[in-house]
C-alpha cells in the first residue's frame, strides 16, 4: 500500500559525492520520520541518516560532517547529499519511512528494496 522507490546511487571515486533519492507513494496520511540506513554483508544495519517532519535530524557517527539529509514534505521525498565518500561507505542503502497510511491507527515501517553504493578507485 506504501512503496518506497530510491534511486541516485551508482560507482564514485574516494572523495567524490553521490545524491540519493527516495520516493515514497500509495496511502498515506502522513509521514513522521524518513531516512536512510546501510548494511554490507555479514553486518547489522546501521543508521545513516533520518529526517522527521519538522525538521529534525540525526546522523550516523561515521558520516556527520560528510552528509546532508534533506526531505520535501511536499513530495513524501527524501535526499542524502553524500560527499567527501571513503571506500567504507561502500554498501547497500535503503530508504525508510515511518508511515500513517490512510485509514490505519498507528505508524508502520516501510522500507525500498535497497541501492548499491560503490566508493572505489
Known amino acids: 500500500q506504501v512503496q518506497l522507490v530510491e534511486s541516485g546511487g551508482g560507482l564514485v571515486q574516494p572523495g567524490g559525492s553521490l545524491r540519493l533519492s527516495c520516493a515514497a507513494s500509495?496511502?498515506?496520511?502522513?509521514?513522521?520520520?524518513m531516512g536512510w540506513y546501510r548494511q554490507a554483508p555479514g553486518k547489522p544495519r546501521e543508521l545513516v541518516a533520518d529526517?522527521?517532519?519538522?525538521?529534525?535530524?540525526n546522523y550516523g557517527s561515521d558520516v556527520t560532517g560528510r552528509f546532508i539529509i534533506s526531505r520535501d514534505t511536499a513530495t513524501n521525498t527524501v535526499y542524502l547529499q553524500m560527499t567527501s565518500l571513503k571506500p567504507d561507505d561502500t554498501d547497500v542503502y535503503y530508504c525508510y519511512a515511518d508511515v500513517m497510511g490512510v485509514g490505519d491507527r498507528w505508524l508502520k515501517d516501510y522500507w525500498g528494496q535497497g541501492i548499491q553504493d560503490t566508493v572505489s578507485s
Open positions: 529526517i522527521g517532519g519538522g525538521g529534525s535530524t
Open positions: 500509495g496511502k498515506i496520511f502522513s509521514i513522521n520520520f
